[in-house]
């Protein structure tokens, strides 16, 4: 702790003697600052030397990432061709493309822009929302992949599910409608990837939790001749996921305490917990439903089975067969 005092004293008194400090001295002096004093501090010099401002730009633009932007919300008919037509009004574009799927070769709905000045990066950034080819697309930079500005902590108070929507309606008339109530920073109708049809919802992205709030309380919800369904996003994605079970899913009941079938009791579950054997096809294809597991006890030796009365007790009842432990009713032979 001396030793950083005793430093800090040396570089107070060489700054108060006007002496130029070294640049390891300095680099002792902004180590323990915070990006965002360093920011702050770059930002004030560069704006009152023209040669600071210059190597400021100069190291910034050296690296492609921060001049590329990652567009999200494309329609799957746009094309490579059309993204950098919608971007170039920013400035040179030096790439740009859409990425497709490589084994169905469509498009994946997002796409790369890469700028080579970095101004016309920064200019992009100001207006991130475009209409292109009916979707309204949105970018931020590369580096920050989907935690730019629509996934911050308020989005799902601003994020509307649009439901019950008339094939007409595209996205132009579904933006329209809604921006009465306020700036959207993106949206759109859902379209199939394969017929590019409307699948009847959208869903639309104010900046505002206010504006959200309007567009859900107004009572005027008509559009394309239905009357819309709008709620939060989150909320209708919440019941989506109650009321439907993934493809191929099988509910499973709970298993007993011990995880084999009850005597007497049908199974009702698939196979016994632990067993994951697929529906209709078991080892041994001779059996009707999925086999038992093994015995949790002891094994004890089963009794012959033939043909014949069951032995009674003494109150006249027949014995209770020891499903639980995996094996058959025991048969007595006749007397």
């Excluded at 992009?124 to 590369?142: E, Q, W």
């Excluded at 305490?257 to 096809?281: D, T, V």
């Amino acid at each position: 702790m001396e030793d950083i005092k005793k430093r800090k004293l040396d570089l107070d008194e060489a700054a108060s003697d006007g002496k130029i400090l070294t640049e390891e001295q300095l680099r002792s002096l902004l180590d323990p600052l915070a990006k965002p004093q360093l920011v702050d501090l770059l930002a004030k010099i560069g704006s009152q030397y023209p040669s600071i401002a210059d190597k400021i730009k100069s190291v910034a633009s050296a690296d492609p990432v921060h001049r590329k932007l990652f567009v999200r919300g494309l329609a799957w008919n746009t094309t490579s061709e059309t993204l950098c037509e919608a971007f170039k009004m920013h400035g040179e574009i030096e790439e740009g493309a859409v990425i497709y799927d490589k084994a169905t070769g469509k498009s994946r709905g997002y796409g790369f822009i890469t700028y080579k000045h970095i101004e016309s990066t920064q200019i992009a950034l100001k207006a991130p929302s475009k209409l292109i080819d009916g979707r309204l697309a949105v970018c931020n930079l590369a580096c920050e992949g989907l935690t730019g500005t629509s996934t911050t902590p308020d989005l799902p108070q601003r994020k509307l599910y649009i439901g019950s929507l008339s094939p007409e309606v595209t996205s132009e008339m579904l933006l329209q409608f809604f921006a009465r109530h306020g700036e959207i920073e993106e949206g759109s109708v859902a379209y199939d990837k394969d017929t590019n049809g409307s699948r009847g919802f959208g869903f639309v992205t104010y900046k505002t939790v206010e504006a959200a709030k309007k567009a859900i309380n107004d009572p005027d919800k008509t559009l394309g001749g239905r009357t819309v369904i709008v709620k939060l996003a989150d909320s209708q994605k919440s019941r989506t996921v109650q009321t439907q079970l993934p493809p191929g899913t099988v509910p499973m009941a709970m298993p007993t305490a011990s995880g084999y079938l009850q005597p007497g009791k049908a199974h009702h579950g698939g196979p016994p917990f632990g067993y994951g054997y697929p529906q209709g096809s078991y080892p041994d294809s001779s059996y009707s439903s999925p086999p038992t597991g093994p015995t949790p006890y002891p094994s004890q030796p089963q009794m012959p089975y033939a043909s014949g009365n069951l032995r009674k007790d003494s109150l006249g009842h027949p014995p209770t067969a020891p499903m639980a432990m995996g094996g058959y009713p025991y048969y007595y032979p006749k007397q």
